[in-house]
């Protein structure tokens, strides 16, 4: 078994990039959990993302990325980190009102979900400051621009 192993899902009428950003990306993201480490990323259109999110956060809408993290019973020791739910109707819709191209978004919301299975957390300033700060080293790292630059 390889080191990160991921199952993706594509289950978006949408064109979504090469399943190599999504290797890339993750696995900079987990870096800092001992391998091996297995994943599952599912593609979803507008109306299913909109469902999961309003089932899981009471949210009524599609959001760009959802994190299940996998929770095993106790005494057991799996590999499994969890579940992301990615929506590239509004990732690419983001993409273009925030002035970024598609990739970069892409690759900034993969490495955002992957740390909130890791249990990064946004919730209070000083989670969100830590969970932005290694968003931004980790997308420095693959060569992608500070995502928060315009909103400091």
């Known amino acids: ?14 064109t979504v990039p090469d399943e190599a950003l999504f290797r890339r990306c993750c696995a900079a993201a987990l870096s800092e959990r001992k391998p091996p480490l297995e994943l599952e990323i599912s593609l979803l259109d507008e109306e299913p993302a909109r469902a999961i999110n309003m089932a899981f956060r009471g949210r009524d809408y599609a959001t ?3 994190s299940f993290p996998f ?22 819709r983001e993409a273009i009102e925030q002035g970024k191209s598609a990739q970069a978004h892409w690759a900034h919301l993969l490495i955002h979900g992957c740390l909130h299975l890791l249990g990064y957390d946004h ?8 969970m ?12 992608y621009p500070d995502p928060y630059q315009d909103e400091q």
């Open 123 to 130: 919730e209070q300033e000083l989670q969100a400051q830590r």
């Open 64 to 66: 760009n990325v959802l």
């Open 132 to 143: 932005e700060n290694r968003e931004r080293e980790l997308l420095a790292d693959l060569g």
């Open 71 to 92: 929770e095993p019973l106790p005494g057991v020791d799996l590999p499994i980190l969890g579940e992301l739910i990615l929506c590239p109707a509004v990732i690419e």
């Open 1 to 14: 078994m390889s080191e990160l192993c991921i199952e993706l899902h594509n289950h978006s009428r949408l």
